[in-house]
């Protein structure tokens, strides 16, 4: 009997390590395939976003995204944190398209207002574009600092406070945004699993 119930709690603990495995992968959406001219820039990872409104309410909702820009078109796919894709947002010059999980679509002229609908809270796309690669774009910044090697390690533009750090040879592994608005403080934090 002893061996039984030893063996039984062992079972139930090494499934339970399987199951926390399984869901740690499923974590990071698959990545979408390039370009055969290898010309496009891909990332991967996980996203952390967090709203405090003025009247005390939080919300909170995080996953992981895949990231993948030809520089004529870009696709950003975000999932929940067991990987089932929530929402596609694809954008082209004057453009953005959101297309749900059920296959319902919806356009508009800037990215940023989709992925509010989707995350309940606007990320800054647009800027994104450059923040992930370790540039910080031709839009007006303040506060630049850099690290030894001259990469931007911090500055605001847009309204965003940016960090970036953990870099590898492709831009940051590690984004820290933060914005205060009217009535609520946005603060999101990506972590870059894969490029």
């Not at 007006?140 to 911090?154: R, V």
């Not at 605001?156 to 406070?161: E, H, K, L, P, S």
């Amino acid at each position: 009997m002893t061996v039984s119930l030893f063996t039984f709690a062992r079972v139930r603990w090494l499934c339970a390590a399987l199951a926390c495995m399984v869901l740690a992968a499923c974590a990071t959406p698959p990545r979408t395939p390039g370009t055969a001219s290898g010309a496009s820039f891909d990332r991967s990872g996980r996203f952390a976003l967090s709203v405090s409104y003025s009247d005390g309410r939080q919300e909170a909702v995080q996953g992981g995204f895949s990231w993948h820009d030809t520089g004529a078109m870009l696709m950003l796919d975000l999932a929940n944190p067991l990987g089932n894709t929530l929402a596609r947002v694809q954008v082209e010059p004057g453009s953005a398209t959101l297309i749900r999980s059920d296959g319902s679509t919806e356009q508009a002229q800037h990215p940023d207002a989709l992925v509010e609908q989707v995350l309940g809270s606007p990320i800054p796309v647009a800027g994104l574009r450059d923040w992930l690669r370790g540039d910080t774009g031709s839009d007006t910044l303040q506060d630049l600092q850099t690290n030894p090697q001259g990469k931007p390690t911090s500055f605001t533009q847009n309204g965003w406070r940016v960090q970036l750090s953990r870099y590898d040879a492709m831009g940051p592994a590690l984004l820290q945004l933060n914005r205060n608005d009217a009535n609520r403080t946005i603060s999101m934090r990506l972590v870059v699993d894969g490029g």
